[in-house]
Nanobody
Framework: QVQLVESGGGLAQAGGSLRISCAAS????????MAWFRQAPGKEREFVAG????????YYATFVKGRFPISRDNAKNTVYLQMNSLKPEDTAVYYC?????????????????WGQGTQVTVSS
């Protein structure tokens, strides 16, 4: 069992930055591929970015590539999403998730563990 708790969301202006964090506890954090998803009102939850235990295998959704670098600190059992050049369309609840698929996946159904989410709101 893995417990995930997100933090760091809030309000930002367009063009600004926020960093959100996901603290993991429970079974070995390093075994899991970690990812961020987001869900805007009225829309389906979508993959944003993911990283494997070593930090070498990283996937990004096309719409955030170059703007939202993902990283993890296994010593702190924490994964981060640095959100730069924010746009109003980035407004959503951002969820941290973990999967046992060590090579990584963007498929939402592959993720077994989820956090409660953190709200990110970008004003124009």
């Amino acid at each position: 069992q893995v417990q995930l708790v997100e933090s760091g969301g809030g309000l930002a202006q367009a063009g600004g930055s926020l960093r959100i964090s996901c603290a993991a506890s429970g079974r070995t954090f390093g075994d899991n591929f970690m990812a961020w998803f987001r869900q805007a009102p009225g829309k389906e939850r979508e993959f944003v970015a993911g990283v494997n235990w070593s930090g070498i295998t990283i996937y990004y959704a096309t719409f955030v590539k170059g703007r939202f670098p993902i990283s993890r600190d296994n010593a702190k059992n924490t994964v981060y999403l640095q959100m730069n050049s924010l746009k109003p369309e980035d407004t959503a609840v951002y969820y941290c998730a973990a999967t046992k698929v060590v090579s990584g996946t963007t498929g939402i159904r592959e993720y077994e563990y989820w956090g409660q989410g953190t709200q990110v709101t970008v004003s124009s």
